[in-house]
């Protein structure tokens, strides 16, 4: 008896203190843009949903203006009837002049707040966010925010654009010889797509790489599985090996090879006592699908060529890619944290790393191998 | 009046009326046979009366010399006279269905059992039907009962042990286990608690069942009612105790535990696989049917933050509309799901389809139309319910609803954190309960593995040579291990 007016008790006090936040009364953000203002001051723009039994239309956009990420929350609670809260926010995008400043400060939150997922994902902007997070959306997706979300969820589990969540970019931001990267969307016709990948020096945005650079980069930094490449050979390349019976005008221009299922593995082998040197063995195993020319498949030797012509081209880029990295004194691959795995004493710090970069000698060696090209005739 | 044989017939009447209170059912019959006064006695609708003309009064009737109380055991020798002297003994005799016959001057009445019992005959199985296995099912005699299990553990290691329970109606009760198997502390505990019951009537097995347990506070039943022969029979073949009461259609098994409750015998009837998979199912729909109203609760009132990214929208739009917060939600819908269950047992059969469908598919919709529910919780409730319909044991399905209700008022007023209490709280408590002095929690707690054989899991049956240790057989093996791995087909050659 006494155990049980005792937990009666405690149920009656205890429960007044728990702050309750009933769904329907709540202004649930999804996605966060932040765009640069004057001053010190910033612009938010919140896509939220809230539910009222009026209206099916539940996603709804604000826009405010602070000085922290809480503040620009707390200035569009003014506008709204509904609670703002930031459980649920699954993406944040951060204009570009804004991400080159630093982005750590405002994820300062993200890190502090145990209701924000450290799995949301992170983007840049090369147009302002509050045009971006209020465009269009044809497909069937709740609001932009979802769909934004989506458009980057699928382009990382496709392998077309590197990890790009809270928890990775401070991974790389505080491991030493490494840095983060993001994508980087944009507008067009009132659509938003990924345009390319934004480079980071520590957290300051710096440059950007193109979406072909993209798979390239990927190659480097993991063991891929499913990756697809389109790759342009020189027109003089496979010249040898057109079918006979082709007609010329077929074999004008330049080739092109649609491979894809990449199933690649990287080794990046760093020199003991110098951090300049870098010996990266490239091996793939994957699937012609698609080659813009009549080749003759059928030849064990048009195979053989077709592959050494991959490997030619797939190391031109990436010695490129590179060469990129070096001018921006950028090293999102990880060369720098591969060296220090390998040594004790002089280890690389951040400050040195950053310096050396373009110092950097990368040995490239691709081996490609192409399992199945399907039936032809 | 003291009652003194011999006595003259009219006074022998007279005692025995008034033994009967004058009951208009007692009949006597007083037969002059060449001189000699011969009274019978009898409840009309507690005998085979053409028993009674064939096989007594002709051969009374007919006889051509007096008759003697040693005459009658000679002449007319059926299997279940009997001589008494007592009249509470007469009486007794009587009420079960046996004709008393007094010969004037005799020192003792003789009397022959010719009892005619109005019963059912077997019958499928009504509350825990089976789709595949055997059918039948106890009725309420106790005597066809033990007919029936005689007959499926036809061994003469079968106890089955005689006890008197009930001051004022004394009913007959047994306790029933196999000698060789069966721990005799088990036996002992269950006998021991039925013999110091003090108590005016048993009026049925669970009845019993709620005096003999050992915890009588809580929700959760500590043996097994069944109606199934064979579930019986195989849990006996465990090594476990039996119960059987007269008057009930009901036998009792112990000493079990929680995961008893989610066994059927169909497990075994079934191919191992498939077994395994029903009972994973059962003790998985006790779980969600447990958690599942409770976790929508804390949800949408506390942790909007668990809730899939892509059911936001859908749960959003649905609780919009209603004016209630999720808690007083859920517990109205839950009644309402009680409400149907109870209106549906207590209504006639064709009437109860009725009730189904005005339930089921009216209110539902209606609730939902009229922004009363939100369609979300009705498919979680409606989930939970059926889910707590697949305990085979219908007092653990009735134990699993009851102790939602205090789950989703802590998790109204707490959240999460009430939940986790809630479980922690029930955890304890089945820790604590136990049967027949036998953990409940077994195999679970304390842990052997080997048990989970034919507990949570069934393990084909030559992979399974051990019978479960949690009831302390006094033979742990079914057979043996070694000789049920050898295949021996005869060679043609």
């Known amino acids: ?377 | 009046m003291e009652f003194k044989l011999p006595m003259t017939t009219k006074v022998y009447i007279d005692a025995l009326n008034q033994k009967f209170n004058q009951s208009p059912d007692l009949i006597h019959k007083v037969f002059d046979i060449k001189g000699q006064s011969i009274v019978i006695h009898f409840i009309s609708y507690q005998i085979k009366k053409e028993r009674l003309d064939r096989e007594i009064l002709e051969p009374l009737t007919s006889s051509r010399k007096p008759w003697s109380v040693n005459d009658l055991q000679n002449r007319i020798p059926l299997a279940s006279s009997k001589a008494e002297t007592n009249l509470e003994e007469i009486a007794g005799q009587i009420i079960h269905g046996s004709v008393a016959v007094y010969i004037e001057g005799e020192k003792e009445v003789i009397t022959y059992l010719l009892a005619d019992q109005e019963q059912r005959s077997l019958e499928r199985a009504e509350t825990e039907s089976l789709v595949f296995g055997p059918q039948v099912s106890f009725t309420e005699s106790l005597i066809t009962n033990l007919n029936v299990v005689r007959w499926r553990l036809d061994t003469d290691d079968l106890v089955m042990k005689k006890l008197i329970v009930g001051e004022r109606i004394p009913t007959e009760v047994r306790i029933v286990y196999l000698k060789s198997l069966t721990n005799e502390e088990n036996v002992e505990t269950i006998t021991q608690r039925i013999e110091d019951l003090v108590v005016d009537e048993i009026e049925d097995t669970s009845v019993l069942s709620q005096l003999i347990e050992d915890s009588s506070s809580t929700v959760f039943p500590q043996l097994i009612a069944t109606e199934l022969p064979d579930r019986f029979c195989h849990s006996l073949m465990k090594g476990r105790v039996g119960v059987m009461v007269d008057k009930s259609p009901t036998v009792l098994i112990g000493p079990v535990s929680l995961f008893s409750f989610f066994e059927s015998t169909e497990d075994l009837y079934m191919r191992w696989n498939m077994g395994t998979f029903m009972r994973l199912l059962r003790i998985l729909a006790m779980m969600l049917s447990i958690i599942l109203t409770p976790m929508y609760v804390a949800a949408l009132t506390y942790h909007y933050e668990v809730i899939p990214g892509s059911l936001l929208v859908s749960l959003g739009q649905s609780r919009a509309t209603v004016p209630f917060p999720p808690v007083l939600e859920a517990l109205l819908l839950e009644t309402l799901i009680e409400l149907l269950r109870e209106a549906g047992a207590r209504l006639p059969t064709k009437v109860g389809q009725t009730m189904g469908i005005v339930g089921g598919i009216v209110l539902g919709q209606a609730a939902v139309k009229a922004g009363f529910t939100s369609n979300i919780l009705i498919i979680i409730i409606a989930l939970s319910a059926l889910a707590s319909f697949t305990a085979p044991s219908y007092l653990m399905g009735t134990a699993i609803r009851v102790i939602r209700f205090p789950m989703i008022i802590l998790a109204g007023a707490w959240g999460l954190i009430g939940i986790a209490f809630a479980l922690c709280f029930l955890v304890l408590h089945l820790l604590k309960l136990s049967s027949l002095g036998r953990p409940y929690l077994a195999p679970v707690y304390p842990l052997s593995i080997k048990d989970f054989s034919d507990s949570i899991i069934r393990l084909p049956f030559n992979k399974n040579p051990k019978r479960p240790t949690s009831t302390m057989p006094k033979d742990p093996d079914r057979f043996d291990e070694n000789k049920a791995k050898q295949k021996k087909d005869v060679n043609p050659s």
């Open chain 1, 1 to 377: 008896m006494k155990w049980i007016s005792m937990t009666i008790i405690l149920l009656l006090l205890c429960a007044g203190c728990i702050p309750k936040s009933p769904i329907e009364k709540l202004g649930i953000i999804t996605a966060m843009g932040f765009d640069e203002l004057e001053g010190d001051k910033m612009k938010g723009t919140l896509v939220m949903f809230q539910f009222d039994p009026t209206t099916s239309q539940t996603s709804q956009t604000v826009t405010s203006e602070a000085h922290t990420s809480k503040g620009i929350r707390n200035e569009a609670n003014q506008k709204t009837s509904h609670k703002l809260v930031s459980g649920q926010i699954r993406l944040k995008v951060y204009q570009d002049q804004l991400a080159s400043k630093g982005l750590l400060r405002y994820l300062d939150t993200v890190t502090r707040d145990a209701k924000m997922l450290p799995l949301a994902y992170l983007s840049v902007s090369d147009v302002p966010t509050s045009q971006l997070l209020r465009a269009e959306i044809s497909e069937d997706a709740p609001n932009i925010g979802k769909y934004i979300e989506r458009l980057i969820e699928k382009s990382i589990t496709n392998e077309m654009s590197p990890d790009a969540t809270v928890v990775t970019f401070l991974r790389d931001y505080h491991d030493i010889g490494v840095d983060p990267t993001l994508p980087l969307l944009s507008l067009e016709e009132q659509r938003v797509f990924i345009k390319g990948l934004g480079l980071f020096q520590d957290d300051r945005y710096v440059g950007t790489l193109t979406d072909e650079d993209i798979f390239y980069l990927l190659l480097l930094q993991k063991n891929l599985k499913i990756g697809q490449l389109q790759i342009e050979l020189p027109e003089s390349s496979m010249e040898k090996y057109y079918k006979k019976e082709a007609a010329d005008n077929e074999t004008e221009g330049s080739l092109h090879v649609s491979i894809h299922k990449v199933d690649s593995k990287v080794k990046i082998k760093p020199k003991k006592n110098d951090p300049s040197s870098f010996k990266v063995n490239l091996t793939m195993r994957t699937r012609l699908l698609e080659v813009s020319k009549s080749v003759d498949l059928s030849e064990k030797k048009t195979i053989d060529a077709l592959e050494k012509q991959i490997e030619k081209q797939i190391e031109k880029r990436v010695s490129a890619l590179i060469q990129e990295f070096k001018e921006k004194q950028v090293d999102p691959v990880g060369f720098g944290l591969k060296y220090n795995t390998i040594t004790r004493k002089d280890r690389l710090t951040n400050e040195s790393w950053r310096d050396q970069i373009p110092n950097m000698k990368v040995d490239i060696n691709v081996d490609v191998k192409l399992l199945r090209h399907g039936i032809t005739e």
